[in-house]
Nanobody, 127 residues
Framework: QVQLVESGGGLVQAGGSLRLSCAAS????????AGWLRQAPGKEREFVGA????????YYADSVKGRVTISRDDAKNMVYLQMNSLKPEDTAVYYC????????????????????WGQGTQVTVSS
């Protein structure tokens, strides 16, 4: 079965950086759009960013634009979320999601259901 496994979360001070990783099994990222979502306690899940199946397009939420970068390593079949200048409001569980290439990745921000989800990784930013 398909599995997405996130890693790289942890506790970091405000202004610090983290790189989250998403390893996929039984799917190849070059055939799937990848996205990152997050959910803070008591808040709705929100879109963070996405990368197209072709790897040549990325999209980010306004709240993180300029501070995060999504990238992909096809040789390792990994997707990454590099987060810099972290703020306490970035504290959340971060989820990796995948949707087959036929879906328009530009619609990710409005999407609530995805083909595959990871279990999430906790990111805590202290002030």
């Amino acid at each position: 079965q398909v599995q997405l496994v996130e890693s790289g979360g942890g506790l970091v001070q405000a202004g610090g950086s983290l790189r989250l990783s998403c390893a996929a099994s039984r799917i190849t990222w070059s055939n799937y759009n990848a996205g990152w979502l997050r959910q803070a306690p008591g808040k709705e899940r929100e879109f963070v960013g996405a990368i197209s199946w072709s790897g040549d397009s990325t999209y980010y939420a306004d709240s993180v634009k300029g501070r995060v970068t999504i990238s992909r390593d096809d040789a390792k079949n990994m997707v990454y979320l590099q987060m810099n200048s972290l703020k306490p409001e970035d504290t959340a569980v971060y989820y990796c999601v995948a949707e087959y290439r036929t879906y328009d990745v530009r619609r990710f921000p409005d999407k609530t259901q995805y083909g595959y989800w990871g279990q999430g990784t906790q990111v805590t930013v202290s002030s």
